[in-house]
């Protein structure tokens, strides 16, 4: 019995150790990990994606939208505008807003944001009542689409710029607001121009025949 004993206390004591061993090494394992995921946390790449919140990815997704929008509608200015004024902001557009959405899509792969590929529902509906008008008629509602687009715009821009999360964001859409907000200055210029050009041309017809009525006998000697 005594010798049963004096095997067995060794035996529970080895198990004893391996025990032990097994536990020390599972919570290296343990703590290890915590190690890894905290230090990859801490990397710039994941504190850039953190830090873009739900609204900075909306942003950044309609942004995307609105600047291929912005493109295709500056195209067809150049193509279907009636008045050259018309084709230059056309051109304008094409320019500033491809430059700007080169910009945005290097902004949304840093930030862990995936952009559409192509434009919303919306945005092309736009882009296709456009392409179904011409002439003058063409130049007013482009002229009247693009205003109310850039009043939106600068608005959403601003509060991006003063609210994002993300810095990169924010930047973004502090740099494209003064952009915009000389669009919108060419548009509403054009706008103006359009409605003098129209006031004055009903003010001539106007002074024309009152002149008439107000002297028959020049009227009547001309006839």
């Given at each position: 019995m005594q010798a049963i004993r004096f095997f067995v206390m060794p035996c529970i004591g080895l198990?004893?150790?391996l025990a032990f061993g097994q536990?020390?090494?599972?919570?290296?394992k343990q703590s290890d990990s915590t190690r890894a995921a905290e230090s990859q946390s801490d990397s710039p790449s994941a504190q850039r994606h953190s830090s873009t919140a739900t609204s900075d990815s909306e942003f950044l997704k309609k942004a995307a939208s609105?600047?291929?929008m912005e493109v295709?509608?500056?195209q067809l200015a150049e193509q279907k505008g009636f008045s050259d004024r018309v084709k230059r902001i056309g051109q304008r557009l094409v320019?500033?807003?491809s430059k700007a959405n080169d910009k945005l899509k290097k902004v949304a792969a840093s930030a862990g944001v995936t952009l559409p590929s192509e434009m919303d529902a919306q945005h092309k509906e736009h882009v296709d009542h456009l392409q179904g008008l011409s002439g003058a008629e063409f130049d007013k509602a482009f002229l009247e689409m693009q205003a109310e687009h850039h009043r939106e715009d600068i608005a959403e821009f601003n509060n991006a710029a003063k609210t994002?999360?993300?810095?990169?964001v924010r930047q973004f859409a502090s740099k494209t607001v003064p952009v915009l907000e000389k669009h919108l200055r060419m548009?509403?210029?054009g706008q103006g121009a359009a409605a003098?050009?129209?006031t004055t041309g009903s003010s001539e017809s106007g002074s024309a025949g009152r002149s008439r009525e107000s002297n028959p006998d020049n009227t009547r000697n001309q006839q």
């Open positions: 198990l004893a150790m536990q020390n090494q599972d919570q290296s609105s600047g291929m295709e509608l500056g320019r500033d807003h994002g999360q993300n810095a990169d548009i509403e210029g003098r050009e129209e």
